[in-house]
């Protein structure tokens, strides 16, 4: 079986209108199963981590899934040309790298990917995992930020950086709660 003809293509993102905030959407599981599968293609064997607000049962947002690949520090330049062949851009916004962004079309519905390829000894990876298995286990935690995520863009905070920017202190505090009662 051709793997690499039977798994969604990955594409660059066009440009788009300002993010609105999503309820959850039940298939961003498969989703992600579908990417893993297009990374297997190129990148066989390579763990493949969701994170972000996707990868909590509840948590609604911008339709655009986080995704990271972690790597050892040896094999990011030659990973990103890989992911790069596949679809994958390099993202425009440096406030992490490296970082990569795709779309891929599932089930009639175009899904954003924010790809980062990081060492496991990455303070940021090790970061976003702890935010996602902290977030799965605390559903009130899922609530407050839908709040943050809800507000950001209903004061305008809609670009990229802006809407990054508007979560900081949520991300902070949670840092803070998350390292005083993991």
Avoid: C, W
Avoid at 137 to 148: D, M
Avoid at 149 to 173: E, L
């Amino acid at each position: 079986m051709d793997h690499a003809r039977n798994t969604p293509h990955i594409y660059a993102p066009g440009r788009s209108g300002a993010p609105l905030y999503e309820e959850y959407d039940d298939q961003y599981p498969q989703v992600f199963d579908a990417i893993v599968l297009r990374i297997y293609t190129i990148l066989p064997g390579t763990p493949v981590e969701h994170v972000g607000s996707t990868a909590v049962p509840g948590l609604g947002g911008r339709r655009s899934l986080d995704i990271v690949l972690p790597v050892g520090q040896e094999r990011i330049d030659g990973a990103l040309a890989q992911l790069r062949s596949i679809g994958f851009i390099n993202s425009p916004f440096q406030h992490f790298l490296p970082m990569l962004l795709g779309v891929i079309q599932y089930d009639g519905k175009e899904y954003g990917i924010i790809l980062y390829v990081l060492s496991p000894e990455n303070p940021v990876y090790q970061g976003l995992l702890a935010v996602r298995n902290y977030m799965r286990q605390h559903p009130a935690e899922v609530q407050r930020f839908i709040t943050v995520k809800r507000q950001a863009i209903a004061v305008g905070s809609t670009r990229p950086g802006s809407y990054q920017q508007a979560k900081t202190t949520y991300f902070v505090n949670l840092a803070q709660k998350i390292g005083g009662n993991p």
